[in-house]
């Protein structure tokens, strides 16, 4: 059984910086496509980053490029995040989604259906 645990939320400043971490384990973490994935209250699930399985590619929102970053350690089976400039906007729980199929994820990445795995999510605090 594939389980993702995400840690390393919690309530920053803006202007801040938090990483967040999700460890994978149960199945080959190197060959899944990784993403973030946020929520906000009220509001809808909304893609944050990405990373291919091959660690190569990144993809991000445009409202988090330049202040986040997605790397991934295929040897500790971890993706992390993370997050600079934080902005009260960005308070959300987080989650990370793993992908088991390599097709179409440079143009799919953002779309949370082609993910199958999914964390318990942990939450961001942004304070103003």
């Known amino acids: 059984q594939v389980r993702l645990v995400e840690s390393g939320g919690g309530l920053v400043q803006a202007g801040g910086s938090l990483s967040l971490s999700c460890a994978v384990s149960?199945?080959?973490?190197?060959?899944?496509?990784m993403g973030w994935f946020r929520q906000a209250p009220g509001k809808e699930r909304e893609f944050v980053a990405a990373?291919?399985?091959?660690?190569?590619?990144?993809y991000y929102a445009d409202f988090v490029k330049g202040r986040f970053t997605i790397s991934r350690d295929n040897d500790k089976n971890t993706v992390f995040l993370r997050m600079d400039s934080l902005k009260p906007e960005d308070t959300a729980v987080y989650y990370c989604?793993?992908?088991?199929?390599?097709?179409?994820?440079?143009?799919?990445?953002?779309?949370?259906?082609?993910?199958?795995?999914w964390g318990q999510g942990t939450q961001v605090t942004v304070s103003s």
């Open positions: 149960g199945h080959t973490f190197s060959s899944y496509g």
């Open positions: 990373v291919a399985w091959t660690g190569v590619h990144l």
């Open positions: 989604a793993a992908d088991e199929s390599h097709r179409y994820f440079e143009t799919q990445y953002s779309m949370e259906g082609r993910y199958d795995y």
